[in-house]
């Protein structure tokens, strides 16, 4: 009885331990120039950006490594559906919004008589490096400071992705997809799109960090 008491209290002791790191984790302490959720500038940008676009605020979370997702929202639909993002600070998510609004919309009118349907992505929030990198300076990504922009869909039934069309045959489709980066150039800190490297031949990538750099 006395070690089975003994053992009892023993694995008590350990759940409470875990449960206290458990909590400092996550209410660690934000550093006095990370905006929050809560931070009067942020309650300006979601009010602004629920006039355009529908989204879901996110809590603030704190992941460790430098990876976070501070002052977020979850997109749901910026004009049009928008597929497959995670978290986006609410400044990515307002200059995405303006992009597709007002740089994809009329240029699929322009470009390819028809109205834009639903923007495809490959993602925003992921706690990794540079270019997916063992090792070097952590991506916007792990900040939810980017998206990774991968196709569109057309009223009329037609998909455009970045892999397929890029140096598609059609010079409509071409002059389409060249304008909008040329939009969110004019937007956007980063842009990187095939013409970068290869590692960005099926996407845009688009972040409010560094820059201004656009190729």
Same mark, same amino acid.
């Given at each position: 009885m006395r070690w089975g008491s003994l053992w009892c209290g023993l694995a008590l002791m350990l759940a409470s331990c875990t449960g206290?790191?458990?909590? /400092?984790?996550?209410?660690? =302490? %934000?550093?006095?120039?990370?905006? #929050?959720?809560?931070? =009067?500038?942020?309650? %300006?940008?979601?009010?602004?950006? $629920?006039?355009l676009a529908r989204f879901q605020a996110l809590p603030d979370r704190d992941y460790g490594g430098g990876c976070h997702n501070f002052a977020s929202v979850k997109l749901l639909d910026a004009g049009v559906p928008v597929a497959n993002l995670g978290p986006m600070n609410c400044s990515l998510a307002a200059t995405f919004t303006a992009w597709v609004r007002n740089g994809i919309m009329p240029a699929a009118r322009l470009y390819l008589g028809s109205e834009l349907a639903k923007v495809e992505t490959f993602g925003s929030y992921s706690c990794r490096n540079v270019n997916g990198a063992q090792a070097g300076r952590l991506s916007e990504h792990a900040s939810a400071n980017a998206v990774d922009?991968?196709?569109?869909?057309?009223?009329? $039934? /037609?998909?455009? #992705?970045? &892999?397929?069309?890029?140096?598609? =045959?059609?010079?409509?489709?071409?002059? *389409? !997809? %060249?304008?909008?980066? #040329?939009?969110?150039? /004019?937007?956007? &800190?980063? %842009?990187?799109?095939?013409?970068?490297?290869? !590692? +960005?031949?099926? +996407?845009? +990538?688009?972040?409010? $960090? /560094? $820059?201004? *750099?656009?190729r």
């Amino acid at each position: 009885m006395r070690w089975g008491s003994l053992w009892c209290g023993l694995a008590l002791m350990l759940a409470s331990c875990t449960g206290r790191d458990d909590r /400092r984790a996550e209410t660690r =302490p %934000v550093p006095p120039n990370r905006l #929050t959720i809560d931070s =009067p500038q942020v309650r %300006v940008c979601l009010a602004n950006l $629920g006039q355009l676009a529908r989204f879901q605020a996110l809590p603030d979370r704190d992941y460790g490594g430098g990876c976070h997702n501070f002052a977020s929202v979850k997109l749901l639909d910026a004009g049009v559906p928008v597929a497959n993002l995670g978290p986006m600070n609410c400044s990515l998510a307002a200059t995405f919004t303006a992009w597709v609004r007002n740089g994809i919309m009329p240029a699929a009118r322009l470009y390819l008589g028809s109205e834009l349907a639903k923007v495809e992505t490959f993602g925003s929030y992921s706690c990794r490096n540079v270019n997916g990198a063992q090792a070097g300076r952590l991506s916007e990504h792990a900040s939810a400071n980017a998206v990774d922009v991968s196709g569109f869909v057309l009223a009329d $039934g /037609r998909r455009i #992705t970045l &892999k397929q069309d890029w140096t598609s =045959p059609d010079p409509a489709i071409r002059s *389409f !997809l %060249v304008a909008i980066r #040329t939009s969110a150039c /004019r937007r956007f &800190k980063t %842009v990187l799109s095939p013409d970068y490297n290869s !590692l +960005h031949a099926d +996407h845009f +990538h688009l972040d409010m $960090g /560094r $820059g201004p *750099f656009c190729r």
